[in-house]
């Protein structure tokens, strides 16, 4: 692949506060929503600058979580984003990477009379069925990124290559998916299935775990990938590179490393297709700086197949 990057900008809520950690991206009405790791509001982008979305209600009183304040360990950390369908209508569906309890809901996110509303419901008993069919401990659960890919809803697992925890994937049938998030049925009952493990590479002896998934016209999926020095899910290492990486029926069929941006290694956490032409797809990319007091990044990317 060859990956270029078309344009880079800095994302602010409407008060001016910065996007913080920003961890996936879809389409959303007439915008696009950009979730947050350590936040328990979305950004709604119509126009610039975006509108807060509430997601998740306020865990003791809380809307953000940061390190420094003590309280990381309560951030929702909603890694995935799908666009999918309820009754007839779109819809977001937002999920948590798992590992911890605050970390195992989902978010329904629908517009009502125009407006948005997200239904929350804890899903823990499927994370367990999710570490059981990928043979890892729940506790390094982190499940970053999904997409619709023909018929199924691929929950991708990032692993933690550097602690011997290789990247992976299930399948969850859609509808189902759904009506467990609607309240409909209960969490367990979601099927999972086609277990998958994957080895996307290395930076400099860094495995690569993914980031986000993105499928495309063409059945292939494009993953973002990123070599982070961490010893489990839930804490912060050195990320000495990202990649995006080409998969075809499973089979890593391409690793190319994305471009620096001032010189530094863009930790891209969530993808959405903008268009696409026989030759080339054009993405936007969100990045997570890892500052809370800095704007998370969105980079246009028009990818040469």
Same mark, same amino acid.
């Given at each position: +692949?060859?990956?270029? !990057?078309?344009?880079? #900008?800095? *994302?602010?809520?409407? #008060?001016?506060?910065?996007?913080?950690?920003?961890?996936?991206?879809?389409?959303?009405?007439?915008?696009?929503? @950009? =979730?947050?790791?350590?936040?328990?509001?979305?950004?709604?982008?119509?126009?610039?600058?975006?509108?807060?979305?509430?997601?998740?209600?306020?865990?003791?009183?809380? #809307?953000?979580?940061?390190?420094?304040?003590?309280?990381?360990? *309560?951030?929702?950390?909603?890694?995935?984003?799908?666009?999918?369908? &309820?009754?007839?209508?779109?819809?977001?569906? $937002?999920?948590?990477?798992?590992?911890?309890?605050?970390? +195992?809901?989902?978010?329904?996110?629908?517009?009502?009379?125009?407006?948005?509303?997200?239904? &929350?419901?804890? +899903?823990?008993?499927?994370?367990?069925?999710?570490?059981?069919?990928?043979?890892?401990?729940?506790?390094?659960?982190?499940?970053?990124?999904?997409?619709?890919?023909?018929?199924? $809803?691929?929950?991708?697992?990032?692993?933690?290559?550097?602690?011997?925890?290789?990247?992976?994937?299930?399948?969850?049938? /859609?509808? =189902?998916?759904?009506?467990?998030?609607?309240?409909?049925?209960?969490?367990?009952?979601?099927? !999972?299935?086609?277990?998958?493990?994957?080895? $996307?590479?290395? !930076?400099?002896?860094?495995?690569?775990?993914?980031?986000?998934? @993105?499928?495309?016209?063409?059945?292939?999926? *494009?993953?973002?990938?990123?070599?982070?020095?961490?010893?489990?899910?839930?804490?912060?290492?050195? &990320? @000495?590179?990202?990649?995006?990486?080409?998969?075809?029926?499973?089979?890593?069929?391409? %690793?190319?490393?994305? /471009?620096?941006? #001032?010189?530094?290694?863009?930790?891209?956490?969530?993808? %959405?297709?903008?268009?696409?032409?026989? &030759?080339?797809?054009?993405?936007?990319?969100?990045?997570?700086?890892?500052?809370?007091?800095?704007?998370?990044?969105? %980079?246009?990317?028009?990818?040469?197949?």
């Amino acid at each position: +692949m060859q990956i270029h !990057v078309e344009g880079v #900008d800095r *994302l602010r809520l409407a #008060d001016g506060s910065p996007v913080r950690a920003a961890s996936a991206v879809t389409p959303f009405g007439d915008g696009f929503l @950009v =979730a947050q790791d350590d936040a328990t509001h979305g950004a709604w982008f119509r126009s610039r600058p975006a509108d807060a979305v509430r997601l998740l209600p306020a865990v003791d009183g809380l #809307d953000v979580f940061e390190n420094a304040s003590g309280t990381k360990h *309560l951030k929702p950390d909603l890694e995935a984003a799908c666009a999918v369908d &309820v009754d007839g209508a779109p819809a977001v569906l $937002l999920l948590g990477s798992g590992s911890l309890a605050a970390r +195992m809901r989902w978010s329904l996110l629908r517009l009502v009379a125009g407006r948005p509303e997200a239904l &929350v419901t804890d +899903m823990a008993p499927l994370y367990a069925a999710v570490a059981d069919a990928l043979a890892i401990p729940p506790e390094v659960l982190n499940l970053e990124g999904a997409c619709l890919v023909g018929d199924v $809803l691929r929950w991708y697992h990032r692993g933690i290559p550097a602690a011997g925890v290789p990247a992976g994937s299930v399948d969850l049938e /859609p509808a =189902a998916a759904v009506a467990a998030a609607l309240g409909r049925t209960p969490p367990g009952s979601v099927a !999972v299935s086609n277990p998958r493990h994957y080895t $996307l590479g290395e !930076v400099d002896g860094v495995g690569l775990g993914i980031t986000d998934a @993105v499928a495309l016209a063409d059945g292939t999926v *494009l993953l973002s990938a990123a070599a982070e020095d961490s010893p489990n899910p839930r804490d912060d290492g050195p &990320v @000495v590179g990202s990649a995006l990486v080409r998969l075809d029926d499973h089979l890593v069929r391409d %690793m190319t490393p994305l /471009p620096l941006v #001032d010189g530094r290694v863009c930790k891209v956490e969530g993808l %959405m297709v903008l268009d696409a032409d026989p &030759v080339s797809t054009r993405l936007l990319a969100v990045v997570d700086v890892d500052e809370p007091d800095v704007p998370s990044l969105a %980079m246009r990317l028009r990818v040469r197949h």
